[in-house]
């Protein structure tokens, strides 16, 4: 270990190739089509882009993704294994991010532990395969984090938080519930800077307002109105509301019955935000992936990533120990004043995730974008379980050597 932390840079280039080993390792055993219909909507979108080089005004959903598309269509056309590729090496990337941000909250070791991890993680594997935003949506908000954080016992950088609102608001072009998340980074730079609070709170809001900007102004001139993303939000939003928690769509006229139901849901979308293993997956139903591949044969028709045993159990004995140790982790930082700035931003990360899905839907694959900062938790508790069970051991050892000392003399 001390020979791999010797130089962080052969740390950071070993982590790297190892997360795009296990990536491409498992890009290589899919097939080549989608495995989910949101895959098919994007990439249409993404080659109506790169021949008549516009969304189309019936386009209501966030443009980062498809923006990603076309960038990877235009010079490789539409190869599903090309995006699959390039999302390893996105991965693998987001590790060493990872890696660094984890160094900035415990050091060299966690760092190093934490991109290990990722590298490794089942999720963080998945998703490179996935073809779906939250890959994107991940890497730009860690670049972000990345950004904003500095080193311990540094001041916050008037031109970090700059670059971070930047990267924060393209990734709310990927993932639209990242607007909250802007809120609150906003809220954290002005709780923690010691100087120039309002200012520097403003300049990642100007940052993310400059992201944000052109598809604003797009939005305004197709729609006729201020949208900051997406354009069928207020749809979404009307429809979770008049969900049941089973999923069934219902008007009542009290409007007490409405908020009863609507509080069950948001306390049941929050619980479904933390769930170990994926559930409600409509892509189980085998009638509806024969209706999709009829419509168009690149979905897939046969797949494992179903509501089976091996895809429980994967997930639960993956997520389970990393929620266990995020929350010894958090634990085990809490005592420490000098890093409670670092594990308030990977709290709020995680939550403003939580609590934005909470209007809509909670599912596993929306949390990804933040799992990061959970591993970064996770590595620290860890490493401070290691240290308390090894500490225990070697005191151990070190009395029995006393005991025997003292018989023997």
């Known amino acids: 270990m ?12 070993s982590i790297f190739f190892l997360a795009l080993l296990t990536r491409v ?12 219909p949101d895959s098919l909507l994007y990439s249409r979108v993404a080659v109506n882009l790169l021949s008549a080089g516009e969304f189309g005004p019936d386009f209501g959903l966030a443009p980062g993704y498809p923006v990603f598309l076309a960038a990877v269509y235009l010079p490789f056309g539409q190869n599903i294994f090309a995006i699959r590729l390039v999302e390893s090496f996105m991965g693998a990337f987001l590790a060493v991010i990872i890696a ?24 963080g594997i998945f998703v490179a395969g996935l073809v779906y935003p939250q890959g994107l949506g991940a890497m730009l908000l860690a670049a972000g984090v990345y950004c904003v954080l500095p ?26 519930i990242a607007l909250l998340t802007i809120v609150v980074v906003a809220a954290w730079v002005f709780y923690w800077a010691r100087h120039s609070r309002f200012f520097l709170a403003s300049l990642l809001l100007l940052g993310s307002a ?17 949208i ?10 009307r429809k979770a509301r008049m969900m049941t928690p089973e999923g069934k769509i219902v008007i009542p006229e009290d409007n ?12 049941r979308n929050f619980m479904y935000f933390w769930e170990l293993y994926p559930s409600r997956m409509v892509m189980s139903n ?25 895809i429980t159990a994967l997930s639960i004995l993956s997520t389970g120990p990393i929620f266990v140790f995020a929350i010894l982790g958090t634990v085990a930082i809490w005592p420490r004043r000098d890093v409670r700035r670092e594990l308030s931003i990977l709290w709020i990360m995680v939550l403003s995730f939580a609590l934005g899905y909470t209007f809509f839907t909670g599912k596993i694959r929306y949390r990804i974008p933040v799992e990061p900062y959970l591993i970064i938790l996770s590595a620290y508790g860890i490493h401070a379980t290691w240290s308390m069970i090894s500490g225990r051991f070697e005191s151990a050892v070190e009395s029995n050597g006393s005991v025997i000392s003292d018989q023997s003399t």
């Open 151 to 176: 080193a311990t016992h540094e001041e916050l950088s008037a031109k970090r938080v700059f670059f971070g609102g930047l990267f924060l608001g393209l990734a709310a072009l990927a993932i639209p």
């Open 2 to 13: 001390n020979l791999f932390l010797s130089n962080w840079r052969r740390t950071a280039l």
């Open 286 to 310: 085998q009638d509806y992936r024969d209706e999709l591949h009829a419509n168009d044969s690149r979905v897939v028709k046969e797949t494992i990533y179903i509501q089976n045993s091996l």
């Open 228 to 237: 900051p993303v997406q354009a069928d939000f207020e749809g979404h939003f």
């Open 25 to 36: 390792a498992f890009i290589l055993t899919q097939q080549n089509g989608f495995y989910f």
């Open 100 to 123: 660094t941000i984890g160094r900035r909250v415990g050091g060299e070791l966690i760092g190093a532990l934490a991109g290990i991890i990722w590298a490794i993680y089942p999720l």
């Open 256 to 267: 007490t019955i409405l908020l009863r139901l609507y509080v069950v849901r948001v306390l």
């Open 210 to 226: 400059v992201s944000l900007a052109p598809w604003t102004a797009r939005n305004f001139l197709v729609h006729g109105r201020l």
